[in-house]
């Protein structure tokens, strides 16, 4: 389940409604999907996609987007902590990021247009489109388990390009 902080009145909100109403005034998507059939623990890239086709082609078809992959990173994965520091810095992307949680869990900092700062931690069944050139970071803490689909209109235009404001070190654990 999504839930979001507000960090400027120490604010969580756990109403997936209210989340969304907050999120899409600001141009950030949030939805719930669900699987069209159960997914094994260690089910391989091809199945997960295939369990979330009927939500992933139709948005895939209307937007234009073009590849989707799975990522799964854990506390096993080589390199995490150069991982998560590469994602823990505010940058943009000249794309949309695209994530959808199909396990696990990871918290989305915005720095919106206000200099406000909302953090969003997604679940299981979160979809979240981050729109290009939108003010973000990424958390794997605590856990350091995310099993997600991505999604691309060009692998290219996810290249993070780092803001240097450093507004990410003022929340970052």
Sequence with gaps: MAKLFIPSSNETITDFSKIKTILNNHGIMIEKWEANSPLADDA?????????????????????????????VTPKTENLMA?????????RHSDDEIRFFVDGEGIFWFHLDNEEVLAVTCNAGDFMSVP?????????????????????????GWVPHYTNSNVDQKYNP
């Design 44 to 72: 391989d890239q091809e199945t997960i996609l295939a369990a979330y086709a009927h939500e992933l082609k139709p948005f895939m078809e209307k937007t234009g987007f073009k590849t989707a992959d799975v990522i799964n």
């Design 83 to 91: 991982i998560r520091e590469k994602f823990m810095k505010e940058h």
């Design 132 to 156: 290009k050139n939108f003010r973000h970071w990424f958390d794997l803490h605590p856990n350091y388990f995310v099993k997600a689909i991505r999604i691309f209109s060009n692998i290219e």
